[in-house]
């Protein structure tokens, strides 16, 4: 089991930045992926970043040259720096690891408000 906790979401200006850290806990030596998800009012839960155990990240379109995650595997912590925030990256950003037996955890979740 993985345990997740999330922090660092908040309200933030249109053009701001923020970052958000994930904190593992548990069995934190079988995790290979970890990454960020986020979830707007009445849309689908979307893959943000993610960054494999060997540094591979993955980002999404509507976030690169913006958003940066980082990995420190010693901390078990994962990290998103946002910058250049628009209204339309408001949303519940969510914590996601994987494991190498393919479980998958998720946090609870962190409110991320981008006002215009």
């Known amino acids: 089991q993985v345990q997740l906790v999330e922090s660092g979401g908040g309200l933030v200006q249109t053009g701001g930045s923020l970052r958000l850290s994930c904190a593992a806990s548990g069995s934190t030596g079988s995790i290979n992926v970890m990454g960020w998800y986020r979830q707007a009012p009445g849309k689908q839960r979307e893959l943000v970043a993610t960054?494999?155990?060997?540094?591979?990240?993955n980002y999404a379109d509507s976030v690169k040259g913006r958003f940066t995650i980082s990995r420190d595997n010693a901390k078990s912590t994962v990290y998103l720096q946002m910058n250049s925030l628009k209204p339309e990256d408001t949303a519940v950003y969510y914590c996601?690891?994987?494991?190498?037996?393919?479980?998958?955890?998720w946090g609870q979740g962190t409110q991320v408000t981008v006002s215009s």
């Open positions: 960054k494999t155990s060997d540094g591979r990240t």
């Open positions: 996601n690891t994987g494991t190498y037996r393919g479980a998958f955890y």
